[in-house]
C-alpha cells in the first residue's frame, strides 16, 4: 500500500478542533493568532485571525484584525477571509477587505492540508513583498459593517442589523 492510500482524511470537525487548539496555544513568534468567532457557532464556521503588522513595512505598528469564514466544504475548500481592519494590499478588495482569493495563490490553489494559521502566515509574508511593503495606507478603521454568509466573495452584504450600537449612561 503507497503512503498516498494509507493517507487518513480527518473529518472536518475533528480538523477544526485540531485547529482551534493550536490557535489557543499560541503560535509561532507571535504576530499571528486566530480562533472561534463565537464559542456557541456549533458548526464552527466564523473565526477571527490577528496579524502584527511586519517590521520595515507600511504595516509596521498595526494590528489586523480579519474573520474567516469555513463554509461546510473547510478543508477542501479554503475559507472565505476578510479584513476587518482597513488595508491595501494587491490580494484585498479595497471596498470589502476581501482577500481575492485569485490573487492569493495559496487560496487559488488550496490543498487540504493547509490551515488557518497557514494563511494569517502567507497574508503576513505578503505584507513584507516589493509590491506591498510600501503602498499608501487608507485612514485607520474598519470597513464598513459586512457579514460572511457564505464561501464566496459575492456574499459579503452589508449587516442588515446595522453596526453594533453601545450607549453611554
Known amino acids: 500500500m503507497s503512503s ?3 493517507k487518513v482524511v480527518v473529518p472536518r470537525n475533528f480538523r477544526l478542533l ?6 489557543e496555544k499560541g503560535i509561532g513568534d507571535g504576530t499571528v493568532s486566530y480562533g472561534m468567532d463565537d464559542a456557541d457557532d456549533i458548526y464552527m464556521q466564523s473565526w477571527t485571525g490577528t496579524i502584527l503588522g511586519p517590521h ?13 469564514f469555513c ?15 482597513r ?3 494587491a490580494c484585498v ?7 481575492e482569493p485569485t490573487l492569493l495563490p495559496m487560496l487559488a490553489n488550496w490543498r487540504r492540508e493547509y490551515t488557518m494559521e497557514d494563511i494569517l ?6 505584507m513584507m513583498t516589493s509590491h506591498n511593503r510600501k503602498l499608501a495606507q ?11 454568509v457564505g464561501s464566496s466573495t459575492e456574499e459579503a452584504r452589508p449587516d442588515p442589523k446595522g453596526p453594533a450600537k453601545c450607549c453611554v449612561m
Open 4 to 6: 498516498e492510500e494509507a
Open 18 to 23: 485540531e485547529e482551534l487548539e493550536r490557535g
Open 56 to 68: 520595515n513595512t507600511v504595516y509596521e505598528g498595526k494590528i489586523f484584525q480579519l474573520k474567516l
Open 71 to 85: 463554509g461546510k466544504e473547510y478543508p477542501e475548500s479554503p475559507p472565505t477571509v476578510r479584513f476587518q481592519t
Open 87 to 89: 488595508i491595501n494590499m
Open 93 to 99: 478588495n479595497p471596498e470589502t477587505g476581501v482577500v
Open 121 to 126: 502566515i502567507k497574508l503576513k509574508k505578503e
Open 138 to 148: 487608507p485612514p485607520e478603521g474598519n470597513f464598513r459593517n459586512l457579514v460572511l
